[in-house]
């Protein structure tokens, strides 16, 4: 029995519940509570489905409001990143449905990637680090692109951590588009955000390493020569890519950079980037040195940096600001990024983690996870700290630090462990709570429904150890509120057992009532760090490609796009170029026959110009299974080092006559 006084209190529970819901959506065929009759919803049926599920009326609530109707659409959408299962998960909300995977920086046979085909493979080659192909990533931030600060719905970017690379997804077919590499670092993290425009995608490093890290140095000589740094990438929209050979760089200390805090609005110009590690520990506990987690949380305060980018991009183009290239990236050493008065650092409480503008871009919330506090500094005092060069010394390198408490404007007891900070539309913001394992809900310089300024008004528990939230356009200028997912670390009790092994919970939130109300557990897998909520109507993805024997990758017609009719087999010595056609319910060619030792191309287009026409091409024993989507030309090759016979087949259930859609491979 989950809720007895919940029972008695039911009628006039979903009562309100329903009133509640005048914003539930009816698609005009659908006959609203109203035109059947208030009466229906009492019916003994739907009573008795409550009682048997023992519902209270805030569940049959959250039901309502989290229910999508079959047939009908989420207005939300949802980019969670899948952490070290290298992708992107997609969600619709309320409903909380997942509605694809994008694989980024690891394999998915589903959608042919890193499965044999090129585009794959050539994506994979731009994303070696340290000369090695890897098929996995880290993914923790995912950030759509902007335009005047709110989401386009054009592109989505997001890091690895593990490798400092960045991949590139175009929304017009949900498919990674680019994985750019950074040279100089091994590890990347708030390589979170783009600036107001897209005009630059921000990346910071993580863990301090030689620049680049690809050099040898003693981490006995950690201060002296590890560096870290933050990497501005310029994004070529039409392109769809990221320019190196156009980024500049702002040699940092080998702090850790964490997370990075884009200015908007006013602050748009600069950027934020918390570190921990100030102490610059290093490992080694066969010296007896303490552990990292200890030894790097030594010092009370670590350093937040400031830096006007939008400075060092106007010196750059005035030739007025020295630069040295390491491994192709123009890098502004230390020295003279101080000298410039680009780079400023202010003391930060204790190990911080979320650093976090508000949507007008006046405040910047950070959080130490090892303070109970929210840290609110002003931008308005940052850059007058600056103009009056009001700076209480300077860092190991140089660097100037603004003064603490002439630069905060409040500080918000939270509780334990506060981590991210994202805002509503009505002026709220709300920050995790890791420690606490909660979501509280605080003020800014003015309460909305009139409540004190800079005061905790609410907390949510959630379950459990939450990292990130995401507020829906939470991190955009102009947020839509409405909806907060609580992305946990442990999900617990919260799933059925699947063994030792628990799925990551996120939590979907009502925040539009006075109080917050949880509406769902969504276990999931991979670990999602961050996501981004857009409007689903935001987004315009195509539903078939443009043109047949269109290259997803390239965003071109192929070179070996092949047309109804021009199917053909072309021998060149050993080499072996099948120009193939996919249509409902056959390949064509369909016998493809070689000789051990030869290396054979597969081009294969598909030519269906139905809507879902997907075809697949599993070859079997040759670890090759393509995806080809509607219009779209695939290539793979192999050598047919075996021999024998292989058949093929669409591994994509696409017709009644689907398991004749085949072919034989034969090698002799
Ligand atoms: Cu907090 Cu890498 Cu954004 Cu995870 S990070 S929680
Ligand atoms: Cu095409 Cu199955």
Redesign the pocket.
Known sequence: MKNINGKIKLAAGLALALAALGVLALTPLRRSFAQIGGSALFSPGLESIIKARELTPGDVEAALKTFVPPGSYDDYMMFASGGQAGNVLVFGIPSMRLLKNIPVFSQDSWQGFGVGDHNTRDLFNQGKAAGQVQTWGDV??PALSVTKGLYDGEFLFVND?ANGRIGVVDLRDFKARQIVKNPLIATN?CGAKVTQDTEYYVEGAQFGNPLPYTDFAPLSRYKEDYRGLVTFWPFDRSAGKLVQDKSFTVELPPYWQD?GGMGKGVSHGWVFINTYNTEMAWPDSSQGKPPIEIAASQREMDYMHVIHWKKVESLLKAGKIKTKTIKGMRVVPIAEAVRQGVLYNIGEPKSP?GCDLNPDGRFIAVSGKLDPHATIFSFHKIMKAIETKNYEGTDPYGIPILKFKDTVEAQVELGLGP??TEYDDKGYAYTSLFLDSAIAKWTLDKGPRGEKPWTLVEKLSVHYNV??LTVAGGDTAKPYGKYLVALNKWSLDRALPVGPLHPQNLQLIDITGEKMQLLSDVPTVGEP??AAIIKADALKPWKIYPEIGFNPLTGKKSPTATLPGKERVVRDGKNVHVYMTAIRSHFIPDRVHVKQGDHVYVHLTNIDRAQDATHGFALSSYNINLSIDPGATVDTDFIADRSGVFPWYCSEFCSALHMEMMGYLTVK
């Open positions: 923790h931030h951590k993290h997370l983690h981590l991210h990292g990130h760090h961050y």
